[in-house]
């Protein structure tokens, strides 16, 4: 049967003028999204960059989810789709116990896929460890500089030799903050020499004091670092911190580029992100779903939706590859995101059964669904609750297939309440459909 109309025709043009004066371009992007044209306004949100890149390391951080273990089929697998989806860089899994073999591979894995891709070797300890990145094909590698001098003892590979009973003091001796950023240095230079790219994550920036950062920022930039990289393992830094930040290091040192590692301890990830672009920076390391070890990192879907729909800022992302990425990533892991999950959940677009939800798409579909869930790959889900009324309800029937008239839909939706108020559980596709059946006979 046909719904009865609610509203004429000429009521819902009324509606649908209305709305579009409230809409300004860009802002609004019909079948796309519809945003507060306060967010394309610089003068509320401040400089924003037109571009920016992502780098992606979701290989690397789920070396730290607990229980994850992938074959190096799948990983490769998900590092095509990955880099299919359009991100910047990828940062591979690290050069450490893996063979040369396998270096080569993960290159040509990037390569193949997208040749204009960049491929980063994180966690490069030697000389050694670069040549052979190096050899591998890479095109840079990340020198990792710890936010402190001699506590940064406690993050070097010594517990292996302190479990035999041996002296780790003989080989890497407790070293002041200068010899850390001399040894950083060298790796810089070293690499630089290399023809590679030399990103410098500077970790637990949360502790780093002025006199700190202005000693690191000059010791990594002069010795040749093309990116200097705000870490932030803790996610004690939050949105404004970040900003301040990156404004510090432009100004100790301008022709370098400013990436940054958010976490999302407070839920704040994506934020830190945007506030770090806005102040100048060009980098954001994410990964998928926000995979990593503890609170995780800026979600690469939500990050890229923040930038592209609110702010108008190119990502290079295709964002209908994005939620299918989130599936493959869970598939991968075994970690499931929230049903709500921003932009991938399996019910992000899902606003309850309640007849003024469901039908308001009848208007204008971007009013509380203010992304069209196709443009990342998502669909719109609408669920049949106790709340619904009869016209969700014929909706539901009418995609199961299921024929009624006006009165049967009364009985249906009788009878539906009632077995939901008794069971204290939603009904599934199957049952609904018997209950159809039941007062259709």
Known sequence: MDKPPVFTTEEVELFRSEIAARRSPGAYEPGRWSVSPLNRDRGVTGQMPE??????????????????????????????????????????????????E?????????????????????????????????????????????????????????????????????????????????????????????????????????????????????????????????????????????????????????????????????????????????????????SVNGYCGGPGNADLAATTAAFEVLYGVDTGIRTEELTGLARAGEELTGYAVAWNHPVTGTKAFNWGGMDIITQEVAVDPLLHNCLEPTLVGNERAVPFTPFSGPYTLLDKLSALGIEVDHAQVDAVLVAARERMSRTGALLSDAELAELAAAVTV
Not at 54 to 63: G, Y
Not at 71 to 77: E, I
Not at 106 to 125: A, H
């Open 51 to 100: 571009a920016i890149r992502f780098r992606d390391s979701t290989l690397r951080s789920i070396e730290t989810m607990p229980g994850v273990v992938a074959t190096d089929d799948a990983k490769a697998a998900y590092l095509r789709r990955l880099v299919r989806a359009g991100v910047a860089e990828v940062v591979g899994a690290g050069a450490a116990g893996r063979s040369d």
């Open 102 to 286: 396998a270096l080569r591979r993960e290159v040509d894995t990037v390569k193949e896929t997208n040749p204009e891709c960049r491929v980063i070797c994180p966690l490069v300890f030697s000389e050694a460890d670069i040549d052979r990145v190096s050899a591998a094909g890479f095109d840079g590698v990340q020198v990792w500089v710890q936010g402190f001098g001699e506590t940064a003892q406690i993050y070097k590979r010594i517990y292996d030799t302190a479990w035999a009973g041996e002296d780790w003091r003989r080989t890497m001796p407790v070293q002041p903050r200068r010899a850390v950023l001399d040894t950083a240095a060298r790796l810089v230079e070293h690499a630089r020499g290399r023809g590679l790219l030399a990103a410098t994550p500077m970790l637990m920036v949360s502790y780093l004091t002025e006199e700190l950062l202005t000693e690191t920022v000059a010791a990594l930039a002069g010795a040749g670092a093309t990116e200097l990289t705000l870490f932030d393992g803790p996610g004690a830094v939050g949105p404004e911190a970040y900003a301040a930040l990156v404004g510090q290091v432009r100004e100790l040192a301008p022709g370098v580029e400013i990436g940054l590692h958010p976490h999302n301890t407070f839920g704040l990830a994506v934020a830190c992100a945007v506030a770090a672009a806005r102040a100048g920076a060009g980098v954001v390391e994410l």
